[in-house]
């Protein structure tokens, strides 16, 4: 796969979205942001053709990360999702599971692991 794909990334902390867009886009990636889950729902659905993988926080104000990664699924099921929390409630990430999003990374970020299960994802090893 020569191109990468289009990632969007939904983070209420202004800094680190703007540092994860700009890491992103230097590594070729086509990059959205949204800073709620109202917002990334929307975004969503105006780019769902664009847009391969979604990065969320899950905890986002107006509509949370995990709520607002559903919403997505219903508009297109073959969606990708990255989840990210300071802490995964076991129960929660069983149900969260159950919706199709298989990945989870912790907070606070480490752009390279970030990047290493981006590509993963698009090579389809995970």
Do not use: C
Not at 6 to 13: A, N, S, T, Y
Not at 25 to 51: K, L, P
């Amino acid at each position: 796969m020569g191109e990468k794909p289009g990632l969007l990334i939904v983070e209420d902390e202004d800094f680190l979205r703007l540092l994860l867009v700009e890491i992103m886009t230097e590594h070729g990636y086509t990059v959205f942001e949204a800073g709620d889950g109202e917002e990334a729902v929307e975004i969503y659905r105006q780019h769902q053709n664009e847009i391969d993988i979604v990065l969320s926080d899950l905890g986002l104000p107006h509509l949370g990360g995990w709520e607002a990664f559903e919403k997505m699924h219903e508009i297109n099921p073959n969606v990708k999702g990255i989840l990210a929390s300071g802490y995964f409630d076991p129960q929660l990430k069983e149900r969260i599971l159950a919706t199709g999003a298989k990945y989870f990374i912790q907070k606070p970020y480490n752009p390279p692991d970030i990047i290493a299960l981006l590509d993963r994802i698009v090579k389809g090893e995970e």
